[in-house]
C-alpha cells in the first residue's frame, strides 16, 4: 500500500490484494471507530476507484481507494534517519538492473519497507542511495522482514503494473529455499490448505481456515538431514506468510521461525542458527518484448545459512 500524489488516495499493492474494504480501512485508519468506518463506506466518502463501495467489496492490485482528506494520517517530523548513512553496500545486494526493473537480494532483518515502527526500509534506502538517478522506485511484491532472497523493485510505472498484471496471471514463478523441523514421509509433495490472517493478538498471523483465502504451495525435497529436511518450495499463490504457515500445518516449521515455530528448536539451540532459514532464491518471468523468452534470476544462500548447513553435515 502507498499513497498516491493526493495524500487521501491509496494505491492498493499486492499484499492487500483481496482484502476486504471494510478491512483494509480498520487496518489503514487505526484508532477509528468501527461505526465510522462503515458509515463512511456506507455514505460513499470512501470509494475504489472512484465509485462507492459495499465493505465486503474485495481490493484489486492498483486499486485507488479514496478516504476523507481530514482522516489521513499526519507524519510526525523529525530527522531523516537514512541521511548520515553509507549506503554504498546497497550497489552489492543489486543483482541486475534493467532499464525498468531491479533485481535486488535483501537481507535478513531489513524490512522492505518502513513502518509499525520501522523508520525505514528497503525500498527507502535504495531511493536514498539512487536519488540522482530521477527514478520512480516502487517495491513491486514483499517478503518477510527475516526472509533474505529476491525482490524486484520497479523503476517506471509501466513496468510496476506490468509485473503487477503478470503476478495476477500466474506468470511469476517464484522458489525459495528453507530448511524444516524434521522429516516427512514423502519427499515432494503439495500443500492445499486455506489461509486467513489472525489479528486477534499484537503480531499478526496467518493460519488455516477453511473459509480463508485459497493457498498452495509445492514442496521438493533437496536434502534429508537427522534433525530436519532442505526444501524448494515453490508458493503456488501468494499469500501473507504462506510458506511458513503451511510449514507449520504439516508439523515441520522452518528452523528459526519465532511466530510459527517450536521452542525447542534444535537447529537454534545446537547448529548456530541465528535467524528464520527462509531464503528467496530464484524467480522467473516473461521478458517485456515478443521474443516468448523469460527473464531468470538466482540468489545464493547466505554464508550463514552456508555454515548452518556445514554444521550440521558435519555432526550428522
Do not use: C
Amino acid at each position: 500500500m502507498k499513497k498516491e500524489k493526493k495524500n487521501n488516495i491509496i494505491l492498493i499493492d499486492l499484499n492487500s490484494d483481496g482484502m476486504r474494504l471494510d478491512n483494509f480501512l480498520l487496518k489503514t485508519l487505526k484508532g477509528l471507530p468501527k461505526a465510522r468506518i462503515y458509515s463512511m463506506i456506507r455514505k460513499g466518502e470512501a470509494r475504489i476507484n472512484s465509485k462507492r463501495a459495499k465493505p465486503m467489496t474485495r481490493l484489486k492490485t492498483d486499486d485507488l481507494i479514496r478516504i476523507p482528506p481530514h482522516l489521513v494520517p499526519g507524519k510526525p517530523k523529525e530527522k531523516n534517519p537514512i541521511k548520515a548513512m553509507d549506503l554504498n553496500w546497497i550497489d552489492e545486494i543489486i543483482l541486475h538492473e534493467e532499464k525498468g526493473f531491479l533485481v535486488v537480494n535483501k537481507p535478513s532483518g531489513l524490512a522492505v519497507h518502513g513502518g509499525s515502527g520501522v523508520s525505514f526500509g528497503l525500498i527507502e534506502l535504495l531511493r536514498r542511495h539512487r536519488e540522482k538517478k530521477y527514478e520512480t522506485l516502487e517495491l513491486v511484491h514483499r517478503i518477510d522482514k527475516e526472509t533474505s532472497g529476491i525482490i524486484l523493485i520497479a523503476k517506471k510505472r509501466s513496468i510496476l503494473r506490468t509485473l503487477h498484471q503478470y503476478f495476477r496471471d500466474g506468470l511469476i514463478k517464484k522458489k525459495y529455499q528453507a530448511l524444516l523441523l524434521g522429516n516427512p514421509v514423502e519427499e515432494d509433495f503439495i500443500i492445499d490448505q486455506p489461509i486467513r490472517i489472525d489479528r486477534s493478538n499484537k503480531y499478526r498471523k496467518s493460519i488455516i481456515d477453511a473459509e480463508g483465502l485459497k493457498a498452495i504451495t509445492e514442496f521438493k525435497m533437496v536434502k534429508r538431514f537427522s534433525h530436519a529436511s532442505l526444501f524448494e518450495i515453490s508458493p503456488i499463490t501468494g499469500r501473507t506468510h504462506q510458506i511458513r504457515a503451511h510449514s507449520a500445518f504439516i508439523n515441520m516449521p522452518i528452523a528459526g521461525d519465532i511466530r510459527y515455530g517450536i521452542k525447542n528448536d534444535i537447529i537454534k539451540k545446537s547448529f548456530g542458527l541465528k535467524r528464520l532459514f527462509l531464503h528467496a532464491s530464484e524467480i522467473s518471468f516473461p521478458q517485456f518484448d515478443t521474443s516468448n523468452s523469460n527473464y531468470h534470476f538466482k540468489a545464493d544462500l547466505s554464508e550463514e545459512l552456508k555454515a548452518v548447513l556445514l554444521n550440521i553435515n558435519s555432526l550428522d
